[in-house]
């Protein structure tokens, strides 16, 4: 079984910054990619920024100049750094991974969700 487990959501005033993190764990061989997808109340899911394992990143135009993503290979965590927020960026964050594992084969995984608030 894989888990993802994001942290560093919360509340922040417009222009501010927040740096959220995704863990995978479990029995996995490899991780082929892992991004970031947001839903605001009453939209749907979409897509903020996505990372291959070899370092190829994807942005949606709403995150590009204000988001980086990143990853550390060796912890299977995944970072998005955010900057310059704005009302907008409010949602539930949620992180996604492409893994491999020995057992079930390759499939995609879903975190639970991390709520980032940009309120003054």
């Known amino acids: 079984q894989v888990q993802l487990v994001e942290s560093g959501g919360g509340l922040v005033q417009p222009g501010g910054s927040l740096r959220l993190s995704c863990a995978a764990s479990?029995?996995?061989?490899?991780?082929?990619?892992m991004g970031w997808y947001r839903q605001a109340p009453g939209k749907q899911r979409e897509l903020v920024a996505t990372?291959?394992?070899?370092?190829?990143?994807n942005y949606a135009n709403s995150a590009k100049g204000r988001f980086t993503i990143s990853s550390d290979n060796a912890k299977n965590t995944a970072y998005l750094q955010m900057s310059s927020l704005k009302h907008e960026d409010t949602a539930v964050y949620y992180c996604?991974?492409?893994?491999?594992?020995?057992?079930?084969?390759?499939?995609?995984?879903w975190g639970q969700g991390t709520l980032v608030t940009v309120s003054s």
């Open positions: 996604h991974a492409s893994v491999r594992t020995k057992v079930f084969g390759n499939f995609e995984v």
């Open positions: 990372i291959t394992s070899d370092g190829n990143t």
């Open positions: 479990g029995s996995i061989v490899s991780i082929s990619a």
